[in-house]
């Protein structure tokens, strides 16, 4: 087991998942183009390392400006809690911080959500979901549906992330994520970062191809690190004041 090992494995899953959901992909970029039209925001939430597709959707250059994060520590940076309570280990398992998050995030009516979890089974990503459909947003999830089909859902609906989306993608990642096993048990080499990251570029390439095709400007961001870049992105960013956020 080496290196060149993982690479094959990320090769073969990134090609896999890169090629055969193209209608969803297109779907997830119809909701999220009708919503940017519309002077909506997309909402991207994920817990754990899910944490990075969120971080991949919203605020990063060559990203859209109108997204906006959700993190589970927005409880302790907008809503009062103390420090610890990011200690439980049992916080993403727990439906009620669903609740909380949404409160307190800038949400509005023509906003869209990206929800992400490779399990897409715990207490507060599918309580969040069931939120989201309830308030009548558009919600997006990327998920295992290999793993997420072979475990229970930890929510008393008994539901799971890919029962509530308008539109379901599938990292590709294997059960448990990470893809070499190991002789004693176990395995190595986790998947669902890599292969959110290319279905959330993917989806937003096709959200600027639809802009360009309506005639309109996409609000892409630079890199703050190219000249005239920061200048750039403050201009974007005044258009969607008290609507986005970039927290640490």
């Known amino acids: 087991m080496r290196s060149a090992d993982y690479v094959e494995v990320i090769r073969a899953a990134i090609e896999r998942v890169g090629t055969t959901q193209g209608d969803r992909v297109a779907h997830a970029a119809d909701l999220m183009t009708a919503t940017i039209q519309a002077g909506g925001v997309i909402q991207a939430f994920g ?18 400006v109108p997204t906006s994060r959700i993190a589970l520590r927005d409880i302790v940076l907008y809503g009062g809690e103390p420090l610890s309570a990011l200690a439980d280990p049992q916080l993403e398992r727990t439906p009620a911080v669903a609740h909380k998050l949404y409160d307190l995030a800038p949400v509005k009516p023509d906003d869209t959500f990206v929800i992400a979890s490779n399990s897409g089974v715990n207490g507060a990503v599918v309580e969040m979901a069931q939120l989201v ?15 997420s089909g072979r475990v229970d859902s930890r929510h008393a609906s008994g539901l799971k992330l890919s029962d509530l989306a308008d539109v379901v993608l599938d990292n590709g990642a294997p059960y448990g994520d990470a893809s070499l096993p190991l002789p004693g048990g176990g395995a190595v080499g986790a998947v669902s970062s890599i292969t959110a990251a290319l279905l959330a570029q993917q989806i937003v390439t096709e959200v600027v191809a639809r802009l360009l095709a309506l005639g309109v400007t996409p609000p892409v961001y630079l890199s703050d690190n190219v000249p005239g870049g920061r200048e750039h992105n403050a201009a974007l960013e005044a258009r969607y004041a008290g609507r986005i956020r970039r927290t640490a």
């Open 133 to 147: 459909k309830d308030r009548g947003h558009a919600l997006i999830a990327i998920t295992s549906l290999e793993h």
């Open 47 to 64: 817990c754990g390392h899910s944490e990075a597709l969120a971080m991949e959707i919203a605020g990063r250059a060559g990203g859209l």
